[in-house]
């Protein structure tokens, strides 16, 4: 069943919705089955494969042991800041993977990803950011008011000592979480739900699908509380992409919540438990709900202010179209 060479007319008429701008490319369904099992394997094994051949060269310079130090690289039930960054990098890799993907297999410019204009809206990202923290203040007076909400994190109560690892930890965290948050909003709520949303021609359908493997891939063991709270985080992350046109506020709200997870962990806990989480209550849900909820009104509020675009502007449309025979 191959795709129509072009959107409806009226689709042409009004603008492609963030979801589907990839009907703007080359035609045919199964380009979008190349495209996700191209992005699969690209962050599950090639990204995470060849990012491991300058780090064996960095042991090999150092005169390190390189099979210890290999493992010691990979394994997370006891991180290291190094090991850390592997991680992240393994993770950000996705940025440049989905934009092969879409420039090669679909024909488009890399920057339909990003937004209806189509580019990064730094402003708004920029806005989204302080309304981050807004929604932070409200999730932690509901938190204070409820039960205790599991031990998917455990927080000694009291600061820890400040390393030389902390200060590698740090250093990771303030230059490489914010590209990781980044990968994974272009992977997610970028490419995969452009394609599913292409396929089904629905927005919900691209909603809900791309938030459950964004669930999935954090885990497949992880407990029923700890998924749900990231399905709900993917399900407001794809709305405010279906809402504002773009990744700005989704990739905003994702660095903060790292930061801040990564920031209690090195101050008051430690790293292999908040990479690792285990248990999880049902009572985190409310907590989380909250600062989405919130989030999502504000953002959507804010984006509306500005008079963000959620379609593609009909004067830029016909480039979109003619992409792959323009060479966009």
């Keep these: ?18 979801h589907l701008l990839l009907l703007g490319g080359r035609s045919g369904w199964w380009r979008y089955l190349i ?23 960095w042991f090999l310079v150092d005169g390190q042991d390189l099979v210890a130090s290999t493992d010691r690289l990979l394994d997370l039930s006891d991180p290291t800041p190094l090991g850390l960054a592997y991680l992240n990098l393994a993770l950000a890799a996705a940025i440049p993977l989905t934009w092969f993907v879409v420039r090669v297999v679909h024909g488009l410019r890399p920057g339909w990803l990003a937004s209806v204009r189509p580019r990064i809206r730094w402003r ?9 923290v807004v929604a932070l203040f409200a999730t932690l007076v509901v938190s204070a008011v409820l039960p205790a909400q599991g031990e998917s994190t455990e927080l000694s109560g009291h600061l820890n000592d400040f390393t030389d690892t902390t200060r590698d930890f740090l250093i990771v965290l303030v230059l490489l979480t914010p590209l990781q948050a980044a990968g994974e909003e272009y992977a997610f709520r970028g490419y995969l739900m452009q394609a599913f949303g292409g396929l089904f021609r629905s927005r919900w359908v691209a ?11 954090h885990g497949l063991g992880q407990s029923a509380p700890i998924f749900f709270d990231r399905f709900a985080f993917g399900l407001v992350a794809a709305t ?19 930061w801040l997870a990564f920031g209690l962990a090195l101050a008051f806990g430690d790293m292999a438990s908040t990479l690792n989480p285990t248990g999880g209550s049902w009572w985190s849900i409310p907590v989380t709900l909250t600062q989405s909820l919130v989030y999502l009104a504000l ?16 004067a ?9 025979r323009a060479g966009l």
């Design 1 to 18: 069943m191959a795709q129509p060479a072009t959107p409806p007319a009226y689709e042409r008429a009004l603008g492609l919705p963030y």
């Design 35 to 57: 495209g996700v099992l191209t992005v699969a394997a690209g962050m599950i094994v090639i990204a995470p494969f060849l990012l491991l051949f300058p780090f064996a060269l």
């Design 124 to 132: 708004y990202l920029v806005a989204c950011l302080g309304l981050s």
């Design 207 to 217: 909603v809900v699908i791309s938030a459950f493997l964004f669930g999935c891939a």
């Design 240 to 258: 405010l992409v279906v809402l504002t046109g773009g990744l700005e506020a989704g990739i905003a709200m994702h660095v903060l919540n790292n």
């Design 299 to 314: 953002a959507y509020a804010v984006a509306k202010r500005m008079g963000l675009a959620d379609r593609a502007d009909p």
């Design 316 to 324: 830029v449309l016909p480039a979109v179209l003619a992409g792959p």
